[in-house]
């Protein structure tokens, strides 16, 4: 429950929870990705991983209590460069990623910058284009319009562009692609996603794709979930070196 300043000056909130092998958790919510998403997710891994792990849940930048600058430039590094500096910020020199929705691409996004400290990644749900382009347009822009009078410097175009950067392309995972999934040495863990923003087939074609992969299919309910929530903390616990 505190505060960092990173670099470039943003305030980024976190939360640090139990001790042990640290696990960053990236929350569902699009850009609107916090802690509190956590406590709506079919069970809370705050809750569930922090007897064996150091827990590190935070706000992503201008969501939840994060705030920080914003220009055309921004995309998925921006949010990577956040992640590894509260991860610095910790010391944690090597840590396993956690992302739900939008944590899928951006713990892709930290095994791209720095594949070296990061041991494993669960992706519960990733986010991937399958012919839902608009809808991410539209999240982008409903999260857009709350933050436009903290950056009146910010035009129309600067924020189109910062919305192209993350949305814009062919590449189904958004910020890396097919060949980079196919050469990702990490161990993953897949749990799938079968909605618009989730979409089955990119669930399905990391694990089709990544060389050192796990898939759960069924997850949210019942016995399913029982054994997911088990398989989860087994998994984090196999590759915790």
């Known amino acids: 429950m505190a505060t960092f300043e990173t670099p470039d000056g943003a305030e980024i909130y976190y939360e640090v929870h139990g001790d042990g092998f640290p696990v960053l958790l990236i929350a569902p919510g699009g850009m609107r990705s916090a802690v509190s998403f956590w406590e709506n997710t079919p069970w809370n891994p705050i809750t569930d991983l922090e007897g064996d792990f150091q827990v590190v849940a935070m706000d992503q930048r201008n969501a939840g ?19 590894l500096a509260l991860m610095d910020h910790l010391g944690a020199t090597r840590f396993h990623v956690a992302g739900m929705c939008i944590g899928g691409p951006y713990a892709f996004g930290l095994i791209d910058a720095a594949r070296d400290r990061v041991t494993s ?55 890396v692609d097919d060949d980079w999934v196919r050469g990702c040495a990490t161990p993953l863990l897949v749990l799938c996603g079968k909605d618009l923003y989730h979409p089955e087939s990119t669930s399905r074609a990391i694990a089709e794709m990544a060389p050192e992969v796990s898939f759960i299919e069924n997850w949210k309910e019942g016995d399913d979930r029982e054994a997911a929530r088990r398989a989860v903390a087994d998994f984090l616990r196999t590759h915790t070196p």
């Open 65 to 83: 209590s994060s705030r920080g600058p914003v220009s055309a430039s921004d995309g998925w590094h921006t949010y990577a460069g956040d992640q």
């Open 121 to 175: 990644a669960v992706l519960f749900q990733p986010i991937g284009r399958d012919d839902n382009r608009q809808a991410f347009y539209e999240m982008f822009d409903s999260w857009a319009v709350t933050l436009k009078d903290e950056f009146p410097g910010m035009s129309d175009s600067d924020w189109a562009s910062f919305r192209g950067n993350m949305y814009d392309g062919d590449d189904r995972i958004f910020n």
